[in-house]
C-alpha cells in the first residue's frame, strides 16, 4: 500500500471503522467521535433507530421490529450502505462548520494490515457515499505505531502489537516501513467468546454479552496484593440457566476465568513468533532492549501483559491510550506533526 504525507495532509477527517469501535479524528481538532460500530434498524421500515452507545445498549434486548446489526466484521466493512448511514448520524452537525470552511475533500481511513482489494473498496465506498472526493488507505499498523509514539522513522527496530475486537495484527517496523507483519483473528471478541463458553461448560450458565466486560474488571481488579497475588478469589455473576432458562446466580472461581481469557491469546504469541522469524537477526537483536508495544483496546484485557512478558522474555510496554493509538496516529499524519523522514521512507 502506498501512501504519501503530503496526500494525508490535504485530508480533512482520519477514520478508524473498527469492528467494535468508529473512530473519527477531525484535522487540527482531535477526536470528534469514538463510539461502538453498532445500529440499530427497524426491521419493518427500514429505518434507523439509534447508533452507537445507544444501539449498543439494545443489544440482546430487542423486540422482533429492531434488530442490531454490526456494519463491520473482522476488520472490514461488510455492510457499506449501512455503515455510510451509521457515520453520517455519528458524525451529525461535527462536520458542518468545518466543511463551510473547507469542503472535505480528502479523508484518510485505516484499514488492516494485507487488506484484500474488496475489504480497501468497501473502506474506499463508505467514505465517498459521505461526502470524500478522495480516500487515501493507511496501514492501521503504521498509524498504530505513529500513534503510541513509537520512533518508526529510526534505522532500529520496532515492535508493535495492535488486539482489537477481532483481529490482532503484529509488526516489525523499521525506516519507517513494515519489515514484517502478521494478522490471526484473535481479539476481544474471541476472549469474550471464550469466557461466555467458560461459564457455559462449568456452570450450564449463559452469561449476556453485556456483563462480560465487567467480568474482565473483576479479574483485573482480583490481583491487588503486594506481591501481585490474587486477593479476591471468587465473584458472583447473574445469567441464565442453560437447562431452565430461568435466571440464576453462581459463585464462580476467578482463575477458571483468567484461564479462559488466556487460552485463546496464545494465538498472539504464535503471530509474534512467526513475525520475529521472518526479520533479520539485526532488527531482532534491536528489540531485546526496545521490547513490544502493545495497543488496541484488548491491550488492557487482565493478564496480557504479563502472558506477553513472560512467554517473550522482552520487555513489554501498554500505550498510554491504546484503544486511539490508530486513529490518533492517523490524525498527527494529517495534521502534520510526523517526521518528514518519515514521508520519504512510507512513499514506496
Ligand atoms: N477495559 C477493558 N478490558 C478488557 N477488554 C477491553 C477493555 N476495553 C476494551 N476492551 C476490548 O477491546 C476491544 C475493542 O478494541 P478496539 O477499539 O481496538 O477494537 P476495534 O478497533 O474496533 O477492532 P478491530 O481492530 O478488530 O477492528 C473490544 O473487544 C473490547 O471488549
Known amino acids: 500500500m502506498t501512501i504519501s504525507l503530503e496526500a494525508l495532509r490535504r485530508c480533512s477527517i482520519a477514520v478508524d471503522l473498527g469492528a467494535a469501535r468508529t473512530r473519527v479524528y477531525l484535522r487540527r481538532t482531535g477526536l470528534i467521535v469514538d463510539e461502538p460500530t453498532v445500529a440499530a434498524v427497524n426491521t419493518h421500515t427500514g429505518g434507523l433507530i439509534a447508533v452507537g452507545t445507544p444501539a449498543q445498549r439494545m443489544t440482546g434486548r430487542t423486540p422482533a421490529h429492531i434488530r442490531v446489526v454490526r456494519p463491520v ?3 472490514t466493512v461488510v455492510d457499506i450502505e449501512m455503515a455510510q448511514r451509521m ?4 458524525l451529525g452537525n461535527k462536520l458542518r462548520r468545518a466543511w463551510r470552511r ?3 475533500v480528502s479523508a484518510a481511513v485505516c484499514v488492516q494490515h494485507d487488506a484484500d482489494p474488496l475489504a480497501q ?3 474506499m465506498e463508505t467514505l465517498i457515499g459521505i461526502g470524500a472526493k478522495r480516500v487515501e488507505l493507511v496501514d492501521t499498523l ?3 505505531a505513529v500513534g503510541c509514539g513509537l520512533p518508526v522513522e529510526r534505522p532500529e527496530a520496532t515492535m508493535i502489537v495492535v488486539c482489537g475486537a477481532a483481529t490482532t495484527q503484529v509488526a516489525v517496523l523499521s525506516l519507517g516501513s513494515i519489515v514484517a507483519a502478521e494478522r490471526v483473528p484473535v481479539g476481544g471478541e474471541t476472549v469474550d467468546h471464550a469466557v461466555v463458553q467458560h461459564l457455559r461448560n462449568e456452570h450450564a450458565l449463559m452469561l449476556p454479552s453485556q456483563a462480560v466486560h465487567p467480568l474482565h474488571l473483576i479479574v483485573k ?4 496484593g503486594a506481591d501481585g497475588a490474587q486477593t479476591v478469589q471468587s465473584a458472583e455473576v447473574h445469567g441464565r440457566d442453560v437447562a431452565t ?3 440464576r446466580t453462581v459463585r464462580i472461581d476467578i482463575e477458571g476465568v483468567r484461564t479462559a481469557i488466556r487460552t485463546p491469546l496464545t494465538g498472539v504469541l504464535d503471530a509474534i513468533g512467526t513475525v520475529l522469524r521472518r526479520c533479520p ?6 528489540l531485546a532492549d526496545r521490547g513490544i508495544m502493545l495497543a488496541g483496546g484488548s491491550a488492557v484485557l487482565p493478564g496480557f501483559d504479563t502472558m506477553l512478558r513472560e512467554a517473550t522474555g522482552m520487555p513489554l510496554n501498554i500505550a498510554d491510550h491504546p484503544d486511539v493509538c490508530a486513529v490518533e496516529g492517523l490524525g498527527a499524519m494529517l495534521d502534520g506533526k510526523v517526521q518528514p523522514l518519515l514521508l520519504d521512507a512510507m512513499v514506496s
Open 245 to 247: 432458562g430461568l435466571a
Open 102 to 104: 473547507r469542503p472535505l
Open 281 to 286: 537477526p539485526d532488527l531482532v537483536a534491536d
Open 87 to 90: 457515520l453520517r448520524l455519528l
Open 121 to 123: 473498496r468497501a473502506a
Open 221 to 224: 481488579d482480583s490481583v491487588g
Open 142 to 144: 503504521i498509524a498504530a
Open 73 to 75: 466484521s473482522n476488520g
